[in-house]
């Protein structure tokens, strides 16, 4: 059974502050998704990254796939109230199963 | 415009009635699917069907049944609720044949309480 293990579960800083979350895996992955899930709501996608290695930044959000494609993180620089939500990533593992694989999500909170 | 709506939004029943969870999307995808996400927020798959057809079917108690009246729509509905049931339900839809590098839209997901 494919899993995702993301790190950590909880994580609750100051406005300001810098985070990584991880997102792991023993199984290869031909992409992997990020979303963003905040109170309330259903999740959004905030990047998916395809290439082993890839980086792409979304504002203050930096997202990196591992060089084999088996793992993921999320970097947030300067974190906003406004940051504060579920974070979710999700592997494609490109069988025929078309379904993702979902991590356990990092739960955010950044307090002012 | 909401693209992904479910109905309701807040469901609260006693053990044992049949309940059913409307999803509508309009945005003209081919994909769509409904998630369970229990009290520690895991995500789980339940269903998805493409164009009317089920394609993926996990491990789900057989009270449990979606129908798809046309690509637009995939309404889930539930018998003999237990307590067990209670977490919030979401519905999603992609535009091709699912997983693969595709945005999946989430609804506003509909909260069940079984009493």
């Known amino acids: 059974t494919q899993l995702l293990e993301q790190s950590p579960q909880f994580l609750s800083i100051q406005e300001g502050e810098n985070l990584t979350v991880y997102c792991n895996s023993s199984s290869v992955f031909s992409s992997l998704q990020w979303y963003r899930q905040e109170p309330g709501e259903g999740p959004v996608l905030l990047v998916t990254?395809?290439?082993g290695g890839e980086v792409k930044k979304l504002k203050r959000l930096t997202f990196q796939f591992g060089d084999a494609r088996k793992d993921s993180s999320l970097h947030i620089t300067a974190a906003q109230p406004g940051d504060t939500g579920l974070y979710l990533c999700a592997g494609d593992n490109a069988g025929n199963n078309r379904k993702l694989i979902w991590g356990l999500g990092t739960s955010l909170a950044v307090n002012p | 415009d909401t693209a992904v709506s479910q109905t309701p939004k807040y469901l609260v029943t006693q053990m044992g009635n049949d309940k059913s969870i409307k999803c509508e999307q309009n945005l003209g995808h081919d994909t769509m699917y409904w998630y369970k996400q229990d009290s520690k927020k895991f995500l789980k798959i339940m269903f998805s069907y493409n164009n009317k057809e089920l394609i993926i079917n996990e491990t789900v108690p057989n009270r449990f049944s979606p129908k798809s009246p046309d690509k637009a729509h995939l309404n889930l509905h539930i018998n003999s609720l237990e307590l067990g049931d209670s977490a919030v339900y979401f519905c999603?839809?992609?535009?091709?044949?699912?997983?693969?590098?595709?945005?999946?839209?989430f609804g506003p997901g509909t909260r069940l309480l079984v009493l």
């Open positions: 990254v395809v290439t």
């Open positions: 999603a839809s992609s535009q091709g044949v699912g997983g693969r590098k595709e945005t999946q839209y």
